[in-house]
């Protein structure tokens, strides 16, 4: 079946220090989305990216969509203790559904 | 004040019984979808549903039901067919593909606790 895997499951930052993860589909998506899990929270929307190639930046964040639009990356430039969360990716897969297959979750922690 | 609400936020059921958890959406969204997480894990999806009266299983729909009557609405049955129901479920909406931005809004989860 269509798969949405992350990496990596885990990863702890120093504050300051500079974070990526990594987002991987087993099929083409006609477009990404990701969104922010704060602990015992929900998933809050971030951003869509929908071109291949397609890069946006959100202040610190940098999103980008591959070229054959089955990967994507998320990273984030000198973390902060804001930034501490479980990041998913959600690809809606490029058959006409609307339906989105999330991705497995980077939880990251920032130590102060 | 928009948003989509889920009722309750925590829900304890004894083994072998039914228990229905509650999603309602003032967004005017068309599609709607429930999500189940575990502890450390993602988001898998059980159902969703693009208009009323008409809904689709997700990846893990066996020992649940959904209904969609209303458009607002968007019931979850956690049936006691199901193996292991004890797990956080989100309730979400969205405009449908081909509309514009189709981000997904979230409420604000059931933890589900079966003893």
């Known amino acids: 079946g269509q798969q949405v895997m992350q990496i990596p499951q885990y990863q702890h930052v120093q504050e300051g220090e500079d974070f990526t993860t990594y987002c991987n589909s087993s099929?083409?998506?006609?477009?990404i989305q990701w969104y922010k899990q704060r602990p015992g929270g929900h998933p809050v929307f971030l951003i869509q990216?929908?071109?291949?190639?397609e890069v946006k930046k959100q202040k610190r964040l940098t999103f980008q969509f591959g070229e054959a639009k089955k990967n994507s990356s998320l990273h984030i430039t000198a973390t902060q203790t804001t930034d501490v969360g479980t990041y998913f990716c959600?690809?809606?897969?490029?058959?006409?559904?609307?339906?989105?297959?999330f991705g497995t979750g980077t939880r990251l922690k920032v130590l102060a | 004040d928009g948003g989509i609400t889920q009722s309750p936020k925590y829900l304890f059921r004894k083994e072998g019984q039914n228990v229905t958890l509650s999603c309602e959406q003032n967004?005017?969204?068309?599609?709607m979808y429930w999500y189940r997480q575990d502890p450390g894990q993602g988001l898998r999806l059980i159902y969703y549903?693009?208009?009323?009266?008409?809904?689709q299983k997700g990846d893990i729909a066996e020992g649940y039901s959904v209904s969609r009557e209303k458009k607002e609405s968007f019931p979850l049955t956690v049936t006691s067919a199901q193996k292991n129901p004890t797990a956080f479920y989100l309730c979400?909406?969205?405009?449908?593909?081909?509309?514009?931005?189709?981000?997904?809004?979230f409420g604000q989860g059931t933890r589900l606790t079966v003893v």
């Open positions: 979400a909406s969205s405009i449908l593909p081909g509309q514009g931005r189709t981000e997904a809004f």
């Open positions: 099929t083409t998506l006609s477009n």
């Open positions: 990216l929908v071109k291949s190639g």
């Open positions: 959600a690809g809606q897969v490029a058959s006409g559904t609307y339906k989105y297959i």
């Open positions: 967004l005017n969204h068309d599609a």
């Open positions: 549903s693009q208009i009323v009266n008409d809904f």
